[in-house]
């Protein structure tokens, strides 16, 4: 079965400071994709970054960067100098040959002013 | 922002009422999601279409239908609502591309009293 498993139900940091947020998955396929949304409180799920497994090179977005390990089927998302508005709920997702994205359980994240 | 759009966004009723939940998008995408999310919790994939006249169940079991008339439509019925059905329910589009990107409506939360 293909799973996604996020460890961390919640995690804080400090305003301006760097968060790691760990991802794994589980599948037999070579070529996949995989994702970061972010939740914020009452508000759209919106994409943060995404990650073809064909690349071997990390996808980064302004402040947000991955970790895309493929041996290790791991996915971490880092978020560098931290701003209030980086609070929210982040899901991590796989999307799997049928076109179904599966999606882990997700880490709350709070940023400490 | 995404043109995805999902009404009623908040609705209250009582138990054996029939409701429908409505999704539209604009972007001519093939593929439609209803996901259901309980506050600050996992989401769980329960129906979806890969284009008009095509609907599957999800990983979920619900006792929701759904239906797939015309492409930008994709409207989800509850026959007789009771409160395990309180949840938060969330649509998503996305075109047949490898990019694999949803876009979320802002979810339509429902409350079974």
């Known amino acids: 079965a293909q799973t996604v498993t996020q460890s961390q139900p919640e995690m804080s940091v400090q305003e301006a400071e760097t968060v790691t947020l760990s991802c794994t998955y589980d599948?037999?396929?070579?070529?996949?994709?995989l994702f970061w949304y972010k939740q914020p409180p009452s508000r759209q799920m919106i994409l943060v970054i995404r990650?073809?497994?064909?690349?071997?090179q990390n996808a980064t977005e302004n402040r947000f960067s991955v970790n895309f390990q493929k041996a290790a089927k791991s996915f971490s998302l880092k978020i560098s100098d931290s701003q209030l508005g980086d609070a929210a709920m982040y899901f991590c997702a796989y999307r799997i040959q049928d076109d179904k994205i599966i999606f882990g359980k997700g880490t709350r994240l709070h940023i400490l002013p | 922002e995404a043109d995805i759009y999902q009404t009623p966004r908040y609705l209250v009723i009582g138990t054996g009422k029939k409701i429908t939940l409505e999704c539209s998008q604009t972007m001519g995408h093939d593929k439609m999601y209803w996901y259901q999310q309980d506050p600050g919790m996992e989401l769980h994939l329960i129906h979806y279409?890969?284009?008009?006249?095509?609907?599957e169940k999800g990983d979920l079991s619900s006792e929701s239908t759904v239906s797939r008339i015309r492409t930008e439509h994709f409207p989800l019925t509850l026959e007789s609502a009771r409160p395990s059905h309180t949840s938060q329910y969330l649509c998503?589009?996305?075109?047949?591309?490898?990019?694999?990107?949803?876009?979320f409506g802002e979810g339509s939360r429902l409350t079974v009293l």
């Open positions: 599948t037999s396929e070579s070529d996949y994709y």
């Open positions: 279409s890969y284009g008009v006249n095509s609907t």
């Open positions: 998503a589009s996305t075109l047949s591309t490898t990019t694999g990107e949803l876009f």
């Open positions: 990650q073809e497994a064909y690349k071997q």
